[in-house]
């Protein structure tokens, strides 16, 4: 929630400052870090996105407050930039999901991971800010035209389906959560955003909305010229559901023919229109031991962060053009850890560098058991998961998934540090790279960087910086 200490000229929220740009407006009129910014244009700032349209005036006055909150400046600017940064994009607090879903992941977490993970966020403004995907349903009748006026686009929509009736089942939105029930009709709400392109996701409950339910869907949604493109996702699950709706993965059968559903589908837009339109996540794919679709199928790998071609992604042109060293100039063990899913890929990979003579190296696959192990991602290992299948010692270098990582730090989901992680284990541990080709330099070469994971601001790291804990 907001910050509960009453904000200067009682405003509702307050954006407080990071940084000043030396020179700036602000700069010259006092403002410093710490300070918050309480109106602009005598009206108050709920997000960054207020704070923009603001300055898109062309005049505006803006009101700041000292640390102490006493301390209330004011300065105008003229087509200019203030000069400032904000500890968050979000000012009045995320919005939180209105909705009980029987697949909801937060509802089967294990304890003792980042608080941040076990908020349910669903606020159309980090969609439009970074993708996220939102439900629509907690909106109101003022967001619906703030995103229409402001033409907040593109939105990135959780449909799951067009049968009103089957998506109110699978949700089970919280009547006193909704405050309009208009937007809980999703059709109506496309509709509705007419103007807004949106990218969709469905997240696939085997037996509930794919087969012919799933059909449906895709058949309505590439009727509306504002939706883009959908990705089809598996349902997530854990060994953590606790008075949950039993749910089922995908069987290799159930996955193969979702491969075979939705590439029809896909083909027939490809003719028709000029894209597939429908792009599946790699996890049906290896799931049904079916080959990916090459890297054009993607499309440019629009949904990536969903889980769309990631794998494809991570393979890219391979290697590279650098030929393999007959041997290392000194012997050396390397394990590349990572999920049961991605394990048989990465061993498949890598198996060239079996020649080089000198290099010991394993793909070490990990059981996930910190989330159970149903959950297969290399994405969900925690720190424990590394402690408590690695031996201390037994390597020289340890590497692992960008995505194993919180964005812009070197924390695990359950907090453990890879400092702390190379303390325990007693040797190098490191990321080995976005892609195979950085992976085979790190391993041959011993260049361990500090890669960067390979999305952008996740909505993980929105929800911490906002506070919403």
């Known amino acids: 929630m907001p910050n509960a200490r009453r904000h200067p000229l009682d405003a509702p929220y307050v954006a407080t400052i990071r940084d000043v740009t030396p020179g700036s407006a602000a700069a010259k009129a006092g403002v410093g870090a710490g300070w918050s910014l309480v109106r602009v244009n005598g009206a108050w700032i709920p997000d960054v996105l207020a704070y923009r349209r603001e300055l898109a005036v062309g005049d505006a006055v803006l009101e700041a407050a000292g640390p102490d909150g006493d301390d209330i400046t004011s300065f105008s600017v003229s087509w200019e930039d203030p000069g400032l940064e904000f500890d968050d994009v979000i000012f009045d607090g995320l919005r939180l999901c209105a909705n009980k879903c029987d697949f909801c992941y937060i509802h089967q977490m294990p304890q003792g991971f980042r608080k941040s993970l076990y908020v349910m966020?669903?606020?159309?403004?980090?969609?439009?800010?970074?993708?996220?995907?939102?439900?629509?349903?907690?909106?109101?009748?003022?967001?619906?035209?703030?995103?229409?006026?402001?033409?907040?686009?593109?939105?990135?929509?959780?449909?799951?389906?067009?049968?009103?009736?089957?998506?109110?089942?699978?949700?089970?939105?919280?009547?006193?959560?909704?405050?309009?029930?208009?937007?809980?009709?999703?059709?109506?709400?496309?509709?509705?955003?007419?103007?807004?392109?949106?990218?969709?996701?469905?997240?696939?409950?085997?037996?509930?909305?794919?087969?012919?339910?799933?059909?449906?869907?895709?058949?309505?949604?590439?009727?509306?010229?504002?939706?883009?493109?959908?990705?089809?996702?598996?349902?997530?699950?854990?060994?953590?559901?606790?008075?949950?709706?039993?749910?089922?993965?995908?069987?290799?059968?159930?996955?193969?023919?979702?491969?075979?559903?939705?590439?029809?589908?896909?083909?027939?837009?490809?003719?028709?229109?000029?894209?597939?339109?429908?792009?599946?996540?790699?996890?049906?794919?290896?799931?049904?031991?079916?080959?990916?679709?090459?890297?054009?199928?993607?499309?440019?790998?629009?949904?990536?962060?969903?889980?769309?071609?990631?794998?494809?992604?991570?393979?890219?042109?391979?290697?590279?053009?650098?030929?393999l060293p007959t041997r290392l100039a000194a012997p050396k063990r390397v394990i590349c850890a990572t999920g049961a899913l991605f394990a048989p890929v990465l061993r498949e990979a890598l198996a060239p560098l079996a020649a080089v003579e000198g290099l010991d190296l394993e793909v070490r696959e990990l059981v996930n058991r910190s989330f159970g192990s149903v959950t297969t991602v290399a994405g969900l290992l925690a720190g424990r998961d590394l402690l408590t299948q690695i031996e201390p010692g037994e390597a020289d270098v340890l590497l692992l998934s960008p995505s194993m990582l919180k964005y812009g730090t070197e924390s695990f989901l359950d907090e453990r540090t890879l400092d702390e992680v190379r303390s325990a284990l007693r040797m190098e541990v490191a990321i080995g790279g976005r892609d195979l080709r950085e992976l085979v330099d790190t391993i041959l070469h011993a260049h361990v960087a500090a890669h960067a994971p390979q999305f952008g601001f996740s909505t993980h790291a929105v929800k911490e910086a906002a506070r919403q804990h």
């Open 121 to 323: 966020d669903d606020d159309f403004r980090t969609s439009f800010l970074y993708g996220s995907f939102v439900t629509l349903t907690n909106l109101t009748e003022g967001d619906v035209r703030r995103i229409i006026d402001e033409h907040l686009s593109p939105l990135y929509v959780s449909v799951h389906t067009a049968d009103e009736d089957l998506r109110r089942d699978m949700m089970k939105w919280w009547r006193s959560k909704v405050k309009d029930p208009a937007v809980t009709q999703i059709r109506d709400m496309i509709e509705r955003l007419e103007s807004i392109d949106i990218y969709t996701q469905v997240v696939a409950l085997p037996g509930r909305n794919d087969g012919d339910a799933l059909d449906a869907t895709l058949s309505y949604l590439a009727s509306r010229p504002n939706v883009q493109a959908v990705a089809v996702v598996p349902v997530g699950l854990t060994d953590h559901r606790i008075n949950l709706p039993d749910l089922s993965p995908y069987t290799a059968d159930e996955a193969a023919e979702m491969v075979d559903r939705v590439e029809a589908f896909a083909a027939e837009r490809l003719s028709e229109r000029g894209t597939r339109f429908v792009f599946l996540s790699d996890e049906f794919y290896l799931v049904a031991g079916r080959a990916l679709p090459d890297a054009a199928s993607y499309e440019g790998f629009v949904m990536l962060e969903n889980g769309v071609g990631m794998v494809r992604d991570f393979l890219g042109s391979g290697m590279g053009e650098r030929p």
